[in-house]
Structures are given as C-alpha cells and as structure tokens.
C-alpha cells in the first residue's frame, strides 16, 4: 500500500500562485508514477498533470500546460511530488489529488490516492 498526504492549498487571488505538495509513503521498493487530479462539486475528477518514475516525463491537461508544473524529488526515504501553479484563474478553484500508480493507469485509473486539498482562486 501507498499513502499519500497533500499540502499547500489555500485561498489565493487571481494571478498568483501557489504550490502543491504530495509526500509518499509505504511501499520504498517501487517508485511509482505520480499525478495531480482535480474536483468541483458535482463534477467528476479531472486529470491535471502527470510524471513518470524517473522524472523525467511529464504531461499536462490543456487547461493547465504553460501555468502549472510538475515535479519530484526521488530521494531516498523522500519520494514527493509538487505542483507548481502560477498565474492561478477562479476556474482554477477545486479540490486537488494527489495520485500514485503504473504509468500505464496514473493518468485514467491510479490505484492510489491523497484525501485532497482545497485550492480557491477569487477574482
């Protein structure tokens, strides 16, 4: 098993940014693929931004290519992933995920998941 707890959200205005933390923990034998996922009410959980074992690949959502960025510190006993969001826009407000599987599923079906972070943009 994998837990993941996030932190960093909050209440920022439009324009500004903030940055999100994801910390692992559980299984250190595997270094899974990690992504950020977001949720309004009432609406299903979107995909935001994804990033391969390595680091080395990553892949975003339209929405957000060119304002949000992800990434991740492998070291040992430290495996955490961050997402960087700048020039933040109202629509930007959700729930955010963090989310830990195969490279094959992290962008559709992670096994894995935080509890969630609340980010609210006002304008």
């Known amino acids: 098993q994998v837990q993941l707890v996030e932190s960093g959200g909050g209440l920022v205005q439009a324009g500004g940014s903030l940055r999100l933390s994801c910390a692992a923990s559980?299984?250190?034998?595997?270094?899974?693929?990690m992504g950020w996922f977001r949720q309004v009410p009432g609406k299903a959980r979107d995909f935001v931004a994804r990033?391969?074992?390595?680091?080395?690949?990553?892949?975003?959502a339209d929405s957000v290519k060119g304002r949000f960025t992800i990434s991740r510190d492998n070291a040992k006993n430290t495996n955490t992933v961050y997402l960087q969001m700048n020039i933040l826009k109202p629509e930007d407000t959700a729930v955010y995920y963090c989310?830990?599987?195969?490279?094959?599923?992290?962008?559709?079906?992670?096994?894995?998941w935080g509890q969630g972070t609340q980010v609210t943009v006002s304008s």
């Open positions: 989310a830990a599987g195969s490279e094959l599923l992290i962008a559709t079906r992670p096994p894995f």
């Open positions: 559980g299984r250190s034998d595997i270094t899974y693929a």
């Open positions: 990033i391969s074992p390595s680091g080395r690949y990553t892949d975003y």
